[in-house]
């Protein structure tokens, strides 16, 4: 694995883990990366925490993210099925410290 990348890991509905090579060097959030390896996130208000449409549950790393915002909380709370784990994959920056973090997409 290259100096720039974190491995995250993706549960699939089935259960199964899809390891993921990302870049820290880019800017990018997780929301951005899911979405260009083709995951189903829909990021209607593209990023800005307005929609709730790129959310994602934590099981595993949640003590390696960043407080969350009372923006994303806010919006958080509208969903019906929020669970303690959920954030907003949009307003999680890619960061060496999320190195091994996995994540399902909320509802699958």
Known sequence: MEE???TVHVQNPDGTLTSLEAPV?????????????EYDILATCGGMALCA?????????EEKLNEMTDDEYAMLDT????????????????????DGLIVKLHGT
């Open 25 to 37: 060097d880019m800017g990018l959030s997780l929301m951005e990366y899911l979405k260009a390896c």
């Open 4 to 6: 720039n990348n974190i």
């Open 79 to 98: 969903l019906p099925d929020l669970l303690p784990n959920s954030r907003l994959a949009c307003q999680l920056q890619l960061n060496p410290a999320m």
């Open 53 to 61: 449409t790129c959310c994602v549950d934590v099981l595993e790393g």
